[in-house]
């Protein structure tokens, strides 16, 4: 990220905005119930929508019939493929492989059909519920086994086409059921094994996961002929605003999007989701629609994609690691949604920060007859991080080494390769592991039927380096900062606060900021890969310091120097020393009236080179961490007694936010971990599609001890040498849990660790000591 | 097909409400859409995470699986109708201490839950807290901050049972 407009002033001393447990700025609204969803909101004349979506798995439409929803009370509006004919209807940033509504074919079961706009709900489901559609059903490929195998459905023919924010080069064309396929070489595998190697070689399982943003997707969608606007609780507005454009034919400027709070992403609400139809159906009914998904529906929209792995990995017999061989495959659903990045990212996981003489990593995105799978916090890392690091304690246990002394002799150190052209390793993972191990109270004598786990990963952050943002002070020195990082929980707008109330020496009371309205908010790639603080904190950084260029400007003509650097900002004032001058009077001053403004534009874009997925990451998300958990060895029951992880932040701009973004990753790597799970049936019904049956983690299941360590280096590319965090845990978590369970003996390969699976690992265990 | 409509009476907040909504509405529906008091949440609709309660008749439902028609001739309290009470200045100004709030989508539902378990009186060990919150999801935060808000807020109105 290159130099700003003028030096960028440590502005610390002078002000304590960065570095200070501010509250949060949308809190009171929050806790108050006034901040206001996309479910919450209305517009003039809205009508309600309400989805058709398929009952089978695999299938071609024969008939479809609305007629009778069409003469219903109160519809407006039914929306079908046939609608579609005057535009190009495929949409899917990765690949355009996925229709607005199904045209002549369904896919997966919750595939949309139809969709119906109503004056009131219940007029929209009692419509959906008459339509008839019938098909007939094609041979179905649930699980990655059947989508793999040589007689295989084929789920997509035609050509692979590429979507507009892929970001990883040449797409190839399909292979049968793969969509995409990624690998990673380095050093020649054949000729490094030897006789005497140790060899660790398994076969893995990673469950599907459902995200659950306890709000669901929602969005509502106007169409005025010329103009498209949405309401939409998007992580990612602006690419949502190019790709709606794109399917209907408009400007991208000719599209609008505003995103109030979000009720929870987690990367369920990247990229676009609901908008194509819910734009589609308010095009039809030429009127206002919102569309608010079930539980059941969001969980057919996007989920954690499942995955099945195979890992070799050798080494010397005094631990030192030599190569590694593996080969990923992931579920991606029927259509590609995020697949290709995840599939990329979890290659980038597979051989962990260590040190290699040679490593082979093909992973592959393979289509099946079940719900697209997308982005999930961690993705990619959380896949692979249990697998490699149970591999890594598995050779520590066979070589005698203790696992936290096999990290210190094989982890890479700072300024190494971690990814061939890529980035280099920009954190001290040592340093970070043994503050973990040391916080478990590492090599203290162990109580029965417990055992201690940790893990260290990285996870490839910030996605492509492109955010701006718009600082404006008005003539009362008042700030708002423009900036198109959407709040979603992680608190993104008190920290985008807190970075402009630093630069500019303002009280936090002074700033605001607004939700993301695109018509407004200058550009930001996206909300996800923990890039906001990091990336878009960066361009507000830089829009702030624009501010202050212009007020030292002004300030300098008035006290008559022309160096202004002899100037000091010192609380909302600029000083020669001898005279001061607020903000306000400066501003005065400068439109010789009470009115005016000044605005700050910050810019961030790739330093050098393209801005690729090669090239990056923007810096690598340490996901480091540590467990202690207790087995019933009768019940194959565990429970954690203790996390503990690290938050590598280079500089926390919010501590406490920083710690409830582990504290919310560690629960949800202890469910990834222990019992969440979507289950398919053979015929690719969904089984367990509500909260009864789908289990997240309640405050019952919070470990006794929860440990946020944040680690302050100062090496982050973003403001104040701060980088991005919130997803480290997840990826860690699971991975500590794994080896803790190794710890006692209980080696797994299958998550989640749910007491059944833990119970017959156990007697399984038991017959192999008997039998030797 | 419009389906015949009775009238109930409702106080709701305090403020008398006429009930007039066909006789399978939900409660929650009813309090969102005809009320248009969005403080009370929808996720699960099963009874599972809370940020649909409400207190009728100072006992707390969740608003996804009681019907309107059950909550006629009752009195309703939401969220909004907590909001200006003193207990509540305090409640928000010690869960913002402990940055308990992340996307906030939960927050109203554990406010209700914790302002039930004051208004019962009754002091409640760490542990009983534990439990009563369990019907409240969170997805965000890791319920630890919302746990020891949680404590705290008791602890001030009613002290902790031993
Ligand atoms: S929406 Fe009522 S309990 Fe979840
Ligand atoms: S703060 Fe987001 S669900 Fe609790």
Known sequence: MSAPTIDERDLRVESGAVGVNHDRIDGPSKISGKAQYVGDLNVPGMLYGKVFRSQIAHGRITRLDVSIAEAMDGVVAVLVGSDLTDIDPFYGHAIRDRPIVALDRVRFVGEPIAAVAAKTMAQAEAAAKSIIVEFEVLPVAADLDTALAADAPIIHDGKTAAGFAHGLGNLPDRDGNICYSYSLNTGDLGS???????????????????????????????????????????????????????????????????????????????????????????????RPVRIVNEVSESMVTTRRHNMKCRMVTTAKSDGELVSRDVQIWLDTGAYADNGPRVTATAGDAA???????????????????????????????????????????????????DPLEMRRRNLLRRGEVVRVNGKPLDADLIGDIEKVAASLGWGEERKQNRGKGISVGLLAAGAHPVSMASVRMDATAGVSVLVGSTEMGQGTRTVMAQIAAQVL????????????????????????????????????????????????????????????????????????????????????????????????????????????????????EVCIAGAEVEVDKNTGVIKIIRTSSVADVGQAINPAQVERQDEGATLQGIGNALFEEILYSSEGDLLNDSLLDYRIPTILDMPETMNCIIVENGDGPGPFGSKGCGEGALAAIPAAIVNALGDIGIEMYELPLTPERVWKRIQEIQEIQKSK | MSEPVEKFLCVVNGKQQIMEVPDNTLLLDWIRTDLGLTGTKQSCEVQVCGVCTVLVDGVPVSGCTTLAYEARNSNVMTIEGIRGTAFYQRAEEIFMRHSAVQCGFCSPGFILTVFTLVNAGRKLTEHEIKQALHGNLCRCTGYKSIFEAAIEVINSEVGLGK
């Open chain 1, 192 to 286: 490094v094994t030897s006789a005497d190697n140790i060899v660790v070689d398994h076969e893995y399982i990673f469950p599907a996961v459902y995200q659950y943003s306890m709000e669901t997707h929602a969005v509502i969608a106007e169409h005025t002929g010329t103009e498209i606007r949405l309401w939409a609780n998007c992580q990612h507005p602006f690419l949502v605003q190019s790709e709606i454009a794109t399917l209907f034919n408009l400007p991208i400027s000719s599209v609008r999007i505003n995103v109030p709070y979000l009720g929870g992403g987690f990367g369920s609400k990247s990229y676009t989701k609901m908008e194509p139809i819910a734009a589609a159906l308010a095009r039809k009914a030429m």
């Open chain 1, 351 to 401: 051989t962990g920060p260590y040190r290699w003489q040679a490593t082979q990593v093909r992973a592959h995105c393979v289509y099946t007859n079940t719900a697209p799978s997308g982005s999930y916090r961690a993705f990619g890392a959380t896949h692979l991080q249990w697998v490699g690091e149970s591999q890594v304690d598995e050779i520590a246990r066979r070589a005698g080494l």
């Open chain 1, 505 to 620: 020496t303002v009280p936090m009371s002074t700033v605001s900021v607004p939700e993301a309205d695109t018509r407004f908010t200058p550009y930001d790639r996206s909300t996800g890969a923990s890039r906001s603080t990091t990336v878009a904190g960066k361009a507000v950084e830089r829009a702030a310091l624009a501010v202050l260029a212009l007020l030292l400007e002004t300030a300098g003509q008035i006290f008559g120097v022309a160096d202004v650097s002899n100037l000091d900002v010192v609380d909302g004032s600029i000083t020669d020393g001898k005279l001061s001058k607020t903000f306000s009077q400066i501003i005065k001053k400068r439109f010789g009236f009470v009115g005016g403004e000044l605005i700050g534009h910050g810019e961030v874009k790739p330093e050098g080179g393209s801005g690729s997925y090669e090239e990056g990451p923007v810096f690598w």
